[in-house]
């Protein structure tokens, strides 16, 4: 992965550019059928107005929003945010489309975090190495945002995420989070992530003692005396209350390794996070619908293939594809959703369909504009986005916010009217026409959008993305003669003094020259012949209107830019 760059002068401030995705897409293996009333749906939300979660809409009106660590429950759905991993049981016996019954939250990690890579994009909270996409969600939800006469500035993406420094005693705490995503237990990419995020939100520290406030979740990998390791986390078990089979049982055999185990307490532990004292361990060996021939529809990142008997992993459940004759094997790191049934063990799923929403290492881009048009897609809930004359498909499965306005809430709160039916007709009213786009690209080179942000107006556009072969690109040494070259074939005409590279993590720019192959963002203005970035006034700087950042090569063809 390649650094999250920060370019719009706004953009820190408001969420804009983390462009150029890593998640998404929706090329088929299999026909992915659909999810019946029956069927529970267990996935990130993707947008409101009723609640979309794997591209259905389930009607929230007498829903009860279940918190399964602490075991809360409420019928308001103020709460719910973009990007958190839920499983919707669904109403029976409804008319008028699906309606939810529960809606369960699950996040995995509650707690401190203690190291930020923006080159890998990952972050360390609770011993666990946190994997962020373009597809992961930021919302900040601190007191300081409206502290008058002087509010901080909103977190919006990794950049704006504090690290602990010191240790100890002396320690000074990162950012307080809570992560919602897919566990991703092993396997090569992304490499060494414990969970796939698709949403981080930021809060204040907790002043209150509640059994729930530090938390890790994940495959416990190894078990000596007392101590079980999760992720980085060694986890002393000798002052906990453990939980297996919904029953107390003593910590000395209530887990063995290879089982995924959640971890609490209401303290902070010793920063940076090594060890964990927990009050309180539950086994998580049941799906949430645990009752075998339960039809399910669960969507995550995949961390392992078995070719013989097919099978494959997601969020530490196994998935028998024994039954999808002729359908080939996702690969590992793929995004997939699958539907299928509730094993008899209650712990895997028999899958019925499989639609691949992500291939790993497919090409993605990110593009920043105003909007050109919308039109109808060839199916319901899908429309056809120009944007720097690019056309991009949005459906179901598209994230949708509003950040346009200060308080950066419509996109991430139950009331937000910005949904995959209001599409056209929300965009056309919204005071402000300029976007941020992520997108996926399949082999033919058609965009999917994974995400559609409206930002502030700006006259700045942007992208993001490898660079063409053809045409070839022309590097330029005299200030005032542009280099060319073309990024999804949109033209770039460059002054040579605003290309730059970053060396590394925390390199300063230094001055670049454009090949055929390497990750490159682009920021500058919109002509007929396609993106001009002008010479800049002194100095280049990261934040600059007029800027291109050449990364080199990818070390893979998963990007998070801008």
């Known amino acids: 992965m390649k650094p999250v760059t920060c370019l719009l002068p706004s953009a820190c401030a408001l969420a804009v550019l983390s462009l150029a995705a890593c998640g998404g897409g929706g090329s088929p293996a299999t026909p992915s059928g659909t999810a019946t009333i029956s069927s529970v749906s267990s996935g990130a939300i993707t947008a409101f107005g009723s609640v979309f979660v794997n591209g259905h809409e389930f009607k929230t009106d007498n829903a009860t929003v279940v918190d399964d660590d602490t075991l809360a429950r409420t019928t308001s759905t103020a709460g719910l945010e973009v990007g958190m991993a839920v499983d919707v049981k669904p109403a029976m016996n409804t008319s008028g489309g699906p309606e939810a019954a529960e809606i369960h939250l699950h996040p995995l990690a509650r707690g401190i975090v203690d190291a930020s890579n923006t080159t890998a994009n990952t972050l360390t909270v609770m011993g666990q190495t946190v994997q962020l996409t373009a597809s992961t969600t930021f919302s900040d939800h601190r007191a300081c945002l409206v502290a008058t006469p002087t509010p901080c500035a909103a977190v919006t993406g990794q950049s704006g995420l504090a690290s602990t420094s010191g240790s100890g005693g002396t320690a000074t705490a990162g950012s307080y989070v809570t992560v919602d995503g897919y566990l991703y237990a092993s396997g090569p990419a992304p490499a060494g992530a414990n969970i796939v995020a698709t949403l981080v939100s930021v809060r204040d520290l907790p002043t209150t003692a509640i059994g729930a406030n530090y938390k890790a979740e994940g495959v416990v ?60 361990a539950l086994l998580r060996d049941k799906l949430v619908v645990q009752t075998a021939g339960a039809s399910i529809e669960l969507e995550g990142r995949v961390s392992s293939v078995t070719a013989s008997p097919a099978s494959f992993v997601i969020r530490g459940v196994t998935i028998d594809a024994s039954a999808l004759s002729g359908t080939t094997l996702p690969a590992v790191g793929d995004e997939v959703r699958v539907l299928g049934v509730v094993a008899s063990n209650g712990t895997s799923v028999t899958a019925s369909a499989l639609t691949l929403e992500h291939a790993a290492r497919s090409a993605t881009y990110g593009l920043e504009g105003d909007v050109g048009s919308v039109a109808a897609g060839p199916t319901a809930d899908t429309y056809v ?8 498909t949005v459906n179901a499965m598209t994230r949708l916010a509003d950040r346009s306005l200060r308080d950066g809430d419509r996109g991430d709160s139950a009331s937000n009217p910005f949904n995959i039916t209001t599409f056209p007709s929300y965009l056309k009213a919204s005071s402000s026409q300029h976007l941020l786009v992520r997108t996926a690209a399949d082999a033919g080179g058609n965009l999917t959008a994974l995400s559609v ?28 003669t542009p280099s060319t070259f073309s990024i999804h074939g949109l033209a770039v005409s460059a002054d040579p003094a605003a290309i730059v590279k970053r060396g590394g993590e925390h390199s300063p720019l230094s001055s670049a020259t454009v090949a ?18 002008a010479a800049p006034v002194g100095p280049p700087d990261r934040f600059a209107i007029n800027i291109v950042i050449d990364t080199g090569v990818p070390s893979s063809e998963d990007h998070d830019g801008f």
Not at 235 to 259: I, K, M
Not at 385 to 392: D, Y
Not at 519 to 532: D, E, H, I, P
């Open 453 to 480: 942000t409206i930002a502030p107006a700006s006259t700045v556009a942007g992208i993001a993305g490898v660079v063409d072969a053809t045409p070839v690109p022309v590097n330029s040494s005299t200030r005032g």
């Open 516 to 533: 055929a192959g390497d990750f490159v963002l682009v920021r500058g203005s919109l002509a007929s012949t396609g993106l001009v970035v």
């Open 221 to 280: 990998t190894a078990l000596a005396g007392s101590t079980a390791t999760i992720g980085g986390l060694a986890v002393d078990l000798s002052g906990a209350t453990c939980f297996a089979a919904e029953t107390a049982t003593p910590c000395a055999s209530a887990f063995n390794v290879g089982q995924v185990v959640s971890v609490f307490a209401a303290t902070e532990p010793a920063l940076p996070v090594s060890t964990f004292s927990a009050t309180t």
């Open 385 to 392: 986005l120009t944007l720097l004359g690019q056309s991009v």
